[in-house]
C-alpha cells in the first residue's frame, strides 16, 4: 500500500509518500519534501499551485491513502484560515485521485511514534528516523511532520484504530 502524508499549509506544504507492507510491519520511505509557494502570490495561485503538485504526485505514486494533519488553532485565525485553505485543496486532491483520508492530530503522531504527546521537533525527527531505519533524519520539520502522519496512520491501523476524514 503507498500512503501519502501531508501536513498542510499555504507557504509551505510537507508531504511524504510511504510505503507500506501487507502485514503494515514494514515501511518504506519514497519520497519526502516540501511545497513552497512564493509569498508574493496570490492566495488563489498559491492553492492552484498545491493542488497541481499534490496531483502529481498522486498521479506519480498512486497512493490509496491520504493522511493529513487535523489542526487545532485557538489564537490566530487567520493563520487557520490559511491552513484551513491548504487543508481543503489537499482534500480536493484525495477525492479527485480517490483516495482514503484519514486525520490525526499533531499530539497524536507525537504520541504514536515517541510515546509523549508533547515531543519536540528533535525527538520526532528522531523517531522518524529510528522507525523508518534512515541513516539521517528528515531534514525539513514540515516533511517530516508529513512523514510522522503517514507513519502515525499506519501504527493505529496495527492497533485497530483510525480516524477517518
Known sequence: MIVLGIDPGTAKMGYSVIEVSATGKNI???KSDVLITHQDLLM???LKFLYRELTAIAKQYSPSVMVIERIFFNVNAK?????????GVALLAAADKKMEVFEYTALEAKF?????GRADKKQMQQAVMELLD???IV????ANDAVAMAICYVQKGLLGGGTKE
Open 28 to 30: 518504506k520511505l519514497i
Open 44 to 46: 488563489q495561485n498559491r
Open 79 to 87: 493563520t487557520a484560515i490559511h491552513v484551513g485553505q491548504a487543508r
Open 112 to 116: 504514536m511514534l515517541t510515546g509523549y
Open 134 to 136: 534512515l541513516d539521517s
Open 139 to 142: 531534514k525539513s520539520d514540515d
